[in-house]
C-alpha cells in the first residue's frame, strides 16, 4: 500500500500547490473538495515561496559572478605582496635596509620567513601592514623599493578588497535570501497538509484504485516501498 508524504524539495512543493488551484474541478460548488479557507491559503502560500525562491537564485547568481573573478584578484593580490616583502628581506640581508625597519611591517627582528598568505584575512591583513610599513620606512628618508613598487603593491590590495568586500556582501544576501526560504517551509507544509487531508478525506469512501486515482491528480503525492509492487 503506497504512503503519503510532505514534499522534501522546493519544487515539489510549488508544483504540489499549483495542482490544486489550477485544477478547475476542484472549485465545483457540488463536488467540493476541499474548503475555501484552506483553498484561499494556496495561492498565496505558492507566491510567497515562488518569490522567495527566484530572489534568492538572482542573489546566488550575483554572489557566484562575483567569485568567477576573485580567485584571481586573491593570486594577484597574494603574490605581490610576497614578492615585496622577499624584496625587502633580501634587501636587509644584504645590508640596503636596516633589519630595524621590520618593525614597521609587523616582522619580528630574527625572522626571515614570509607570513602566511594563504586565505584573504591573512592577504588583507599582511598587506595593510607592508603599505603603512613601507610609508613609514620612506618617511625617514629610505630609497623606495622598485620590483615590484609599493604603489602596485597597494593598486592590487585595492582591487582584491574591493572584490572581496563585495563578494561578502552578496553572500550575506544570498544567506539571508536562503533563510527566507527555509523559515517559509514550515508554513506551506502546514498548508499542505490541511490540503491534503481534506483531500484524502473526500475520496475516503472510494476504493483504492480510485482513491489514489483521484487524489493524485490534485497534488498528492504517494510512494512505494522498497520493493513493494506498485498496485495502485
Not at 510532505?6 to 473538495?33: G, S, W
Not at 474548503?35 to 510567497?48: G, I, M, T
Not at 603574490?79 to 614597521?104: T, W
Not at 595593510?128 to 620612506?138: D, S, T
Request: proline residues 4%.
Amino acid at each position: 500500500m503506497p504512503y503519503r508524504r510532505l514534499p522534501k524539495t522546493d519544487a515539489a512543493r510549488l508544483k504540489a500547490l499549483k495542482t490544486v488551484f489550477e485544477n478547475n474541478d476542484i472549485y465545483t460548488v457540488r463536488n467540493r473538495v476541499v474548503d475555501w479557507a484552506v483553498l484561499n491559503r494556496c495561492r498565496p502560500a505558492y507566491d510567497r515561496l515562488y518569490t522567495a525562491i527566484e530572489q534568492h537564485k538572482l542573489r546566488l547568481a550575483a554572489q557566484k559572478r562575483v567569485a568567477a573573478k576573485l580567485d584571481v584578484l586573491q593570486r594577484n593580490a597574494a603574490i605581490y605582496v610576497s614578492h615585496f616583502l622577499q624584496v625587502l628581506l633580501m634587501a636587509m640581508e644584504r645590508g640596503d635596509i636596516k633589519k630595524e625597519y621590520k618593525q614597521y611591517y609587523a616582522l619580528t627582528a630574527d625572522d626571515n620567513n614570509l607570513p602566511q598568505l594563504k586565505n584573504a584575512e591573512q592577504i588583507l591583513d599582511v598587506g595593510a601592514k607592508v603599505v603603512e610599513g613601507e610609508k613609514k620606512r620612506l618617511k625617514k628618508g629610505g630609497l623606495p623599493i622598485y620590483n615590484p613598487t609599493i604603489g602596485k603593491v597597494a593598486t592590487h590590495l585595492d582591487i582584491f578588497r574591493e572584490a572581496h568586500d563585495d563578494y561578502c556582501r552578496k553572500k550575506e544576501l544570498s544567506e539571508k535570501s536562503l533563510a527566507d526560504v527555509q523559515a517559509l517551509r514550515p508554513s506551506i507544509d502546514e498548508v499542505l497538509l490541511d490540503l491534503w487531508n481534506q483531500i484524502e478525506a473526500h475520496y475516503a469512501q472510494l476504493p483504492p484504485e480510485e482513491r489514489f486515482d483521484a487524489c493524485r491528480k490534485l497534488g498528492v503525492v504517494y510512494y512505494y516501498r522498497r520493493h513493494e509492487p506498485h498496485i495502485y
